[in-house]
């Protein structure tokens, strides 16, 4: 991410605002250009120049779908982070396997047969 991108995901944190992937595509391809002056606005070549707050509003006003509010993210999900602890939980719930029944035993011949008799004597036995 380009320094004015990190600058334009700061000012929509900084207004309360989550811009997702659109929002932040679209304002590279709008600051294609352009360049951070020394009084800390952002100027757009034979356009002139913008402060990061105006641009952020032009752009939620432009693409009010692209934007969310910060305190919309979902409870569960940590800000930041090792995201190993929640692919550890993703994976032990899908490890749960449904139970087999006498109907799915007489569908199923060979391999698949066997297989699963193993898993449904072991389901039994517990």
Known sequence: ??????LIVKEA???GRRANQDAIRQASVDLAGASLTSQGLINLPGRGCIS?????RD?????????GTIDSQAPTAKAAGNLT???????A????????????????????????EERYGTAKAK
Not at 59 to 67: A, D, K, N, V
């Open 52 to 56: 990061p707050a105006d641009f952020v």
């Open 13 to 15: 944190d900084r207004q």
């Open 85 to 91: 602890e929640r692919y550890k939980a993703e994976i």
């Open 59 to 67: 752009l939620h006003s432009r693409m009010p779908e692209c934007f």
């Open 1 to 6: 991410m380009s320094d004015l991108e990190t």
């Open 93 to 116: 719930a899908s490890r749960t396997q449904s139970r087999i029944t006498e109907a799915d035993l007489a569908r199923y011949s060979g391999i698949t047969r066997q297989h699963l």
